[in-house]
């Protein structure tokens, strides 16, 4: 995968978790809402493995990816 792709996976999974997405406005329970959720952060813990998540799409999600951004540990 070239990192315009990784780059294009990150906005995907940022924009899954914005709540009009993550609720498909409002047209899913609670618990399939949790339950995508945990998806999409499996799907970015094995994203995490190929590129971190960039500065830019961690500050515009409406979720925390923190956890997924460059650090000393991971370097």
Do not use: T
């Not at 999974?13 to 399939?32: M, R």
């Amino acid at each position: 995968m070239k990192d315009a792709d990784l780059i294009d996976a990150w906005d995907e999974i940022a924009s899954s978790l914005a709540p009009e997405n993550l609720y498909e406005d409002g047209e899913i329970s609670q618990a399939k809402a949790n339950q995508k959720f945990m998806g999409i952060h499996k799907e970015a813990k094995a994203l995490f493995q190929k590129m971190p998540c960039p500065q830019d799409i961690i500050d515009r999600c409406d979720d925390d990816l923190s956890m997924y951004a460059e650090s000393e540990d991971n370097v």
